[in-house]
C-alpha cells in the first residue's frame, strides 16, 4: 500500500468521526429545564425521553446558543389519546425583546391528527401564527423537524419538506431575528385549557404518564448548511430552489390548516405587512 493511500485512508477515517462526533448528545449538549427525574437519556445520550404526568411535564434546553445555521432534531410525539398534550420545540434567546422560532405538537384524541403550531417572534413581538396537519403519523415513527436560519430567511422544514418561509424584509420595516443568539428548547406540558379542539377535549390522566422521544439532534452553524433547499451556496444569493418551491406549495395547499396572513377578522385594518411582501 502506498503512503498516499494509508494518509488518505486516515483521513477519511478522521472524516468519519468527527462527523460522528458533530452529532449531537443529550448527555453533553443539553441540561434540564423543569420536570427531573420526567427527562431520561438513553443509550450515552443518543435517546431523550420527555415525560408529562398530572404533577408534572418537563423540559431540555440546549447549554449553547446559536445565530443562524441548520437545526435538526427527531422527534416521535406522544402516542394514543395525545388530547390536551403540547410538545413544544423552539429556538429562543432571552428578554423582553427577544426573538424566538416556534414549533408547537399540539395533542389529539386518538385517530384525529395533531396541529402542528408555528410562530416567529421579532423584538419580543409574535403573532405570525401559521398551522398545519402533517402528512404521516408523528407518533408512529421519528421525523425529523428543521428551522435553517440564515441573515436571509428562516425555513421551518419537515422531514426536509419546507412548510414556512419567513423572509427577511428588514429592509422595509419588518424586524429579523438576526442578532441574538438562542438556545434550542423543548418541553412537554399540559394545555388542555385551550390545546385541543380548542380546550373542549380534556387530558385523560389515565393514560399518563405521556412520553414524547428525540434523537439525532444535529446543529450545523455554517449560513450556508441550509442550501439542500436553496438555490446558492452564498446565503446572500439564497433563494428556495424549484423542488422545495413545489413541496411548500403543496403543504401550504392541502395541509396549512391557518395562517394569520389570511385572518381578515383578527386584523379588521389589514394584516401585518410582511404577509404583503414576497
Ligand atoms: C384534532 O382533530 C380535529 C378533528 O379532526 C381537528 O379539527 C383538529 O385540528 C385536531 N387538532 C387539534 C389540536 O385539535
Not at 12 to 27: I, P
Not at 37 to 50: H, N, S
Not at 109 to 132: A, C, D, I
Not at 164 to 193: C, T
Request: aromatic share 14%.
Amino acid at each position: 500500500m502506498g503512503k498516499g493511500v494509508l494518509v488518505i485512508m486516515v483521513m477519511v477515517v478522521a472524516l468519519a468521526l468527527s462527523v460522528v462526533v458533530n452529532g449531537g448528545n443529550f448527555d453533553q449538549d443539553f441540561e434540564i429545564t423543569f420536570g427531573d427525574g420526567r427527562v431520561k437519556k438513553f443509550g450515552r445520550g443518543q435517546l431523550l425521553t420527555l415525560s408529562l404526568d398530572r404533577v408534572s411535564g418537563s423540559g431540555f434546553r440546549s447549554k449553547r446558543e446559536y445565530l443562524f445555521g441548520r437545526i435538526d432534531m427527531q422527534l416521535k410525539l406522544v402516542a394514543g389519546n395525545s388530547a390536551g398534550t403540547v410538545t413544544a420545540y423552539y429556538l429562543s434567546s432571552e428578554g423582553a425583546t427577544h426573538d424566538e422560532i416556534d414549533f408547537e405538537f399540539l395533542g389529539n384524541v386518538s385517530g384525529q391528527p395533531y396541529t402542528l403550531h408555528t410562530n416567529v417572534f421579532t423584538k419580543g413581538k409574535g403573532g405570525r401564527e401559521q398551522q398545519f396537519h402533517l402528512w404521516f403519523d408523528p407518533t408512529s415513527k421519528f421525523h425529523t423537524y428543521s428551522v435553517a436560519w440564515t441573515p436571509r430567511m428562516i425555513i421551518f422544514l419537515v422531514d426536509n419538506t419546507p412548510i414556512r418561509v419567513f423572509k427577511n424584509h428588514e429592509a422595509r420595516g419588518v424586524p429579523f431575528p438576526k442578532s441574538q443568539p438562542m438556545k434550542i428548547y423543548s418541553s412537554l406540558w399540559n394545555a388542555d385549557q385551550w390545546a385541543t379542539q380548542g380546550g373542549r377535549v380534556k387530558t385523560d390522566w389515565a393514560k399518563a404518564p405521556f412520553t414524547a422521544y428525540y434523537r439525532n439532534f444535529n446543529v450545523n452553524p455554517n449560513h450556508a448548511a441550509a442550501t439542500a433547499a436553496f438555490t446558492d451556496a452564498k446565503w446572500q444569493n439564497q433563494e428556495l430552489n424549484a423542488w422545495s418551491r413545489r413541496r411548500l406549495r403543496w403543504v401550504q395547499k392541502y395541509f396549512m390548516i391557518y395562517n394569520y396572513c389570511t385572518d381578515a377578522q383578527r386584523f379588521p385594518k389589514g394584516v401585518p405587512r410582511e404577509c404583503r411582501m414576497f
